[in-house]
């Protein structure tokens, strides 16, 4: 079992920066691909970045790319979303998830979200 909480949102205006953290529980943290995903209300939640375990391979979704960094500290058991030139249309409920191996499609452990508010 993992259990994730993420941490950091919060409202910032048009051009800013915010960087999410999750924190993990559990012993293995380095074996785990972790991704970030996002929801905005009334639309299905989407695909933001995820890295895999340990190197640190990335994968950003196109709509991020050159604003958005994902990284990891396997000491601190913790995942991060650096954002920058945020735009409103980022604004979301952002979630961090888990899944053993490689990056990919599906994934089996899930923060509870934090909010993202950017503002015009």
């Known amino acids: 079992q993992v259990q994730l909480v993420e941490s950091g949102g919060g409202l910032v205006q048009a051009g800013g920066s915010l960087r999410l953290s999750c924190a993990a529980s559990g012993r293995t943290f380095s074996i785990y691909a972790l991704g970030w995903f996002r929801q905005a209300p009334g639309k299905e939640r989407e695909f933001v970045a995820a890295?895999?375990?340990?190197?640190?391979?990335?994968l950003l979704a196109d709509s991020v790319k050159g604003r958005f960094t994902i990284s990891r500290d396997n000491a601190k058991n913790t995942v991060y979303l650096q954002m920058n030139s945020l735009k409103p249309e980022d604004t979301a409920v952002y979630y961090c998830?888990?899944?053993?191996?490689?990056?990919?499609?599906?994934?089996?452990?899930w923060g509870q979200g934090t909010q993202v508010t950017v503002s015009s």
């Open positions: 890295i895999s375990g340990n190197p640190g391979r990335t």
């Open positions: 998830a888990a899944r053993p191996g490689r990056v990919g499609s599906s994934y089996d452990y």
